[in-house]
C-alpha cells in the first residue's frame, strides 16, 4: 500500500464516500481510507493562484458560506491552486491581503473582504491561505494543495514562461524546495489529502527525460517531507507521445483494457499499457488502429471476435443506456446485445442489462467506456502475429 497515485484531471476529480478515516493512501488502483475502505473523491476547483493570491470570492462572500455551499452541493473536496512564489518568494508571502490587493488598485475587493471576511484582511498572504484550508476543514472537506503555476497569474499559455522545466519562471530547484516547503506547512493538517505537483505541463520546452528527471524528485521530497498527503502527477502534452492518438476499450470495475496475447487466444481484460489501439470510425465500426480487424460478435453468449468483414450490424458498436456505457451491437436477427466480462476476463457479448431504471440491477460488468489515449502499446503487433511453423512469429499482412 502506497500514496503516490496519477492523474490528468484537470478541474475535477470524479470520486466520494461518507465516513473518511483519515490519512488516505493507494491499494493498487483505489484510494482508500485508514480503516482500508475505498473513498471516492469529488472535488471542485477553487482557484488561488492569480495575481491577488488569495482564494477567489472572498470579496463576495464569507470563507464559511461558501465552503458548506461546496458540500451542500455534493462535493467533499477542494483542488485548492496556488503559485509557486507564495511559499518561496517572503516578500509576497509576507504581503497582507489588503496590500496585496491594493498593489492592484483593487480598492472595492477590499472593501469587499472587509465585509466578508474580515479577519484575513491584514494578515500575510500565506496565512490566509491556510485559513482558507482551516475553514474547509471544519466543514469536512478534503483538500488537494495544486501548485498551479509559478508566477501568480492566469493559466495557462504554451508562452506565459510558466510552462515546463527551464522556463523562465519555472526552476526545478526552486519548484522542489517550494514543495517541500508547502509540504511541511501542512504536515498533519489532517483535511490536506493530497498535494498535485504542477498543473498541467505544457510549452515548447517538454521533453520526456526532463519529466522523468524531475517529477520523481519531487514526488519524493513531498512524500519526505509530508509521509500522509497523495502524491498527484500531471503527465505531458499528447503531441509527444510516440504512439498516435487512439481509443482503449476500457472496464472501469476493473481499471483493466481490452487485450488479446495472440491468435490463438480469445479478447480479454489485461493492462491498459498492453491494450489494442482503437479506431471508432463514424460508421461506428471499432478498428485495430494499422489493421483492417475490427471487433464484432457472432451470437449471445460467446466470445466476441476481430474480423475483416466489418460491413454488417455485428461490426457496428454503438453507446446505449442513460450511462452511456453499455457498448452495443446487433446480431443478424436484429437482436441487441452488450459487451460482457466472464469470470476469467473473457470477454463476451450477452444480452444487454440495466438499461431501464432498475436501482436493484448491477451493470458493472457491461460498463466500458472508449477512452482517448496517447500512450505506445506492443500489443498489435505480438498478438496479431501469426506462428510460422519452424520460424517462430510473423507479422500480419494486414498490419502496417
Known amino acids: ?26 491499494n493498487s488502483r483505489w484510494i482508500v481510507d485508514d480503516k482500508g475502505r475505498r473513498v471516492k473523491l469529488a472535488c471542485v476547483n477553487w482557484a488561488s493562484h492569480m495575481e491577488p493570491v488569495l482564494a477567489e470570492g472572498l470579496s463576495k462572500q464569507p470563507m464559511d458560506t461558501i465552503a458548506k455551499r461546496i458540500v451542500s452541493m455534493g462535493f467533499n473536496c477542494v483542488r485548492f491552486t496556488w503559485p509557486l512564489y507564495l511559499i518561496t518568494n517572503d516578500t509576497l508571502a509576507s504581503l497582507t491581503v489588503r496590500q496585496s490587493f491594493q498593489r492592484l488598485n483593487l480598492l472595492e475587493s477590499i472593501a469587499g473582504i472587509e465585509a466578508n471576511n474580515p479577519s484575513i484582511i491584514d494578515v500575510p498572504l500565506i496565512k490566509a491561505f491556510q485559513t482558507v484550508v482551516s475553514s474547509l476543514g471544519e466543514n ?9 503555476i509559478s508566477k501568480p497569474g492566469w493559466c495557462c ?14 526552476d526545478p530547484d526552486l519548484w522542489i524546495t517550494g514543495l517541500t ?11 490536506v489529502v493530497g498535494m498535485s505537483l504542477r498543473n498541467e505541463p505544457i510549452g515548447p520546452k517538454q521533453n520526456v527525460n526532463d519529466w522523468y528527471k524531475y517529477m520523481p524528485k519531487a514526488a519524493e521530497a513531498v512524500h519526505k517531507a509530508n509521509p500522509i498527503v497523495l502524491v498527484i502527477l500531471y503527465g505531458l502534452s499528447p503531441g509527444l507521445s510516440e504512439a498516435k492518438p487512439h481509443k482503449v476499450i476500457y472496464h472501469p470495475l476493473t481499471g483493466l483494457c481490452i487485450r488479446r496475447k495472440s491468435l490463438a487466444h480469445p479478447l480479454r481484460l489485461g493492462p491498459c499499457t498492453d491494450s489494442y489501439p482503437w479506431s471508432y470510425t463514424p460508421h461506428k465500426t471499432l478498428l485495430v488502429q494499422g489493421t483492417q480487424f475490427c471487433l464484432q460478435t457472432d451470437a449471445s453468449g460467446t466470445s466476441v471476435k476481430l474480423g475483416i468483414f466489418c ?13 452511456k456505457m453499455h457498448l452495443s451491437a446487433k446480431l443478424r436477427d436484429g437482436k441487441s ?25 448491477d451493470p458493472w460488468s457491461q460498463w466500458f467506456k472508449l477512452v482517448d489515449s496517447t ?13 510460422l511453423p519452424g520460424k517462430g512469429l510473423a507479422p500480419n499482412h494486414l498490419i502496417d
Open 181 to 191: 516547503q508547502m509540504a511541511t506547512l501542512f504536515n498533519n493538517v489532517t483535511n
Open 1 to 26: 500500500m502506497g500514496s503516490f497515485t496519477t492523474s490528468s484531471i484537470l478541474l475535477l476529480f470524479l470520486f466520494s464516500s461518507a465516513v473518511t478515516s483519515f490519512p488516505l493512501s493507494t
Open 311 to 323: 460491413t454488417g450490424s455485428n461490426s457496428k458498436w454503438e453507446m446505449i443506456s442513460d450511462s
Open 157 to 170: 499559455s504554451n508562452l506565459d514562461d510558466n510552462g515546463f522545466f527551464g522556463d523562465k519562471y519555472f
Open 337 to 361: 446485445i452488450c459487451l460482457d466480462v466472464v469470470s476469467d476476463n473473457t470477454i463476451i457479448a450477452n444480452r444487454c442489462k440495466c438499461i431501464s431504471k432498475d436501482k436493484t440491477c
Open 375 to 387: 500512450r505506445s502499446s506492443t500489443g498489435v503487433q505480438r498478438s496479431l502475429s501469426q506462428p
Open 140 to 148: 469536512k472537506v478534503m483538500v488537494i494543495l495544486d501548485n498551479h
